[in-house]
């Protein structure tokens, strides 16, 4: 009798993609309502930009090129980027394509972060490696750092990373949480220099209008054609460009907006440490503590229906979004049962 095969060796596990946002997932769990829910597991604005009136043709016809010539030009001015600007579907959008770049090499990701950039390289064939400082990453065929980084808000100068550029094949910078932080952007060295220099932004996180799944992606060409080749022909909606164009160049609303969030983050940093939650740091659009232990503390605050982000890689870490206006006091009368 022939003998049978062996067993193949398994694949080695990889990290899951877990990430806010999953309030289904609590509503299936304490019960409630969508309504009942104060959903605190992203960084997204709570308090939205206000939508304009868009015009009927931007529902009924493919964006044309005047069209995102004029989202293109709003967005280099929020960005002070010189470069080109690529819009995408979300800074997500942005992420999947940068796999495509080079050919596979080796990765390697400055973390804990957001856990997309990594699962994205693994799955275009990169071999990824996370590592904890900057220095880690020289050699690297493609490096990406998240500035400022989420969860902990870590913060690297712009200085610091046009010198690693000069050490790493390609250097990908997002961005997504930098709007309340323009000088932390290295954005405006895009300006001949830097050429192997990718930087993602995000629309949707704080112009509070994530649904919009808009972003961009800038960098010198070649580098720029690549990425707008792999985007497609139509990669933003016409809603998205009108919505986008009138809030990226509303200078009065991002200065109130700031000054707002900061408020908030203040705020929440306060309650927290009511509660013995050591801050570890975070941006105006959201905060992470350090608890005793954060299974613990998000069961919690969702007993009151206030959802939050635990990180599969910390037994301590909590992260926190900020509450809409009108919701703080659910937010403080939980805080003081904790």
Excluded at 60 to 88: F, G, K, S, T
Excluded at 193 to 211: D, E, I, M, T
Excluded at 237 to 248: D, K, N, R, V
Excluded at 258 to 283: F, I, K, M, S, Y
């Amino acid at each position: 009798m022939d003998s049978l095969p062996e067993t193949p060796p398994a694949a080695p596990a990889r990290p899951p993609r877990d990430h806010g946002g999953n309030l289904d997932a609590a509503m299936a769990r304490f019960g409630g309502t969508r309504a009942d829910w104060l959903d605190l597991s992203t960084g997204i604005n709570p308090d939205p930009y206000p939508v304009p009136a868009i015009p009927a043709e931007a529902w009924a016809v493919l964006p044309r090129r005047e069209d995102m010539d004029r989202l293109i030009a709003a967005a280099r001015a929020a960005y002070n980027c010189p470069a080109h600007i690529v819009p995408v579907n979300g800074a997500q959008g942005a992420i999947q394509l940068v796999p495509a770049l080079r050919p596979p090499g080796r990765a390697a990701v400055l973390g804990p972060t957001y856990n997309e950039h990594a699962a994205a390289l693994r799955t275009g064939g990169w071999q990824v490696t996370e590592v904890g400082s900057l220095d880690a990453l020289h050699g690297a065929d493609l490096a990406v750092v998240v500035n400022p980084n989420n969860p902990d808000g870590r913060r690297s100068a712009p200085e610091a990373l046009s010198a690693l550029a000069a050490q790493v094949g390609l250097l990908v910078v997002d961005e997504s949480f930098a709007d309340p932080d323009p000088d932390l952007s290295i954005a405006p060295r895009l300006d001949g220099r830097l050429p192997n220099v990718a930087v993602l932004r995000s629309f949707g996180k704080f112009y509070g209008l994530a649904g919009l799944r808009l972003g961009f992606a800038l960098a010198q060409a070649p580098m720029a054609e690549r990425l707008a080749e792999l985007a497609g022909p139509w990669p933003v909606s016409g809603p998205a460009i009108e919505i986008a164009s009138a809030a990226l160049i509303d200078k009065h609303w991002q200065a109130e907006t700031v000054q707002r969030l900061t408020r908030g983050a203040a705020r929440l940093d306060g309650l927290a440490r009511q509660a013995g939650w050591e801050p570890v740091g975070g941006t105006p659009l959201f905060r992470s503590y350090a608890t005793p232990n954060a299974q613990a503390a998000q069961e919690g605050l969702a007993g009151a229906q206030i959802w939050s982000r635990i990180f599969p890689y910390s037994q301590h870490w909590i992260r926190l979004g900020l509450p809409p206006a009108d919701r703080w006091e659910q937010l403080e009368a939980t805080f003081a049962t904790l």
